[in-house]
């Protein structure tokens, strides 16, 4: 089976950084996505992962340790609209995706 | 269309009635997704169409939840005599054909269906 577990709750300050973390065990790895979606409306694809290292884009960095089952989300200089959950979710196929709980984050002024 | 249409946006019905949830995918996507969202819970994959192949139903969570769809246009999910544990946000993604590097999906903005 597949077990992606991720924070349930962060807040932080308007301007902070935060950084989510994810950690996944699943049988077999063909990439890793972390998703944005706010209340009520479709998650949007922020990031995707399948070599180790960081990957940059712009104020949203994702970075993966394969060896280590273990991923994160970096935001950065937060604005009020990034509040909203995030979804990381592991890819165990070529074309299935497996999603943690999400990541509610509240960012307040 | 520009974007993964769904309908209706919110439902709610009777427990013990059967529902239809219509999903309009992105024009010229073959690979097609049901998800479910029960609150404060992440996506939970129902199944899978590609093109005209046999779809991946591993998902399904029992024998009242079926799905169809027609080559590469809409796709229908069914929920059978409904129960109050079916409440969620069901939600369809498409994907030009097997997700492929950082494509990723499109997410449609999901059904709400409330079963009282």
Known sequence: GQNIDQPTEMTATEGAIVQINCTYQTSGFNGL?????????????????????????????????RSKGYSYLLLKELQMKDSASYLCAVRDGNYKLSFGAGTTVTVRA | GAGVSQSPSNKVTEKGKDVELRCDPISGHTALYWYRQRLGQGLEFLIYFQGNSAPDKSGLPSDRFSAERTGESVSTLTIQRTQQEDSAVYLCASSPRQVEGARGYTFGSGTRLTVV
Do not use: C, I, M
């Open chain 1, 33 to 65: 996505f972390w998703y944005q979606q706010h209340a009520g409306e479709a998650p949007t694809f922020l990031s995707y992962n399948v070599l180790d290292g960081l990957e940059e884009k712009g104020r949203f960095s994702s970075f993966l340790s």
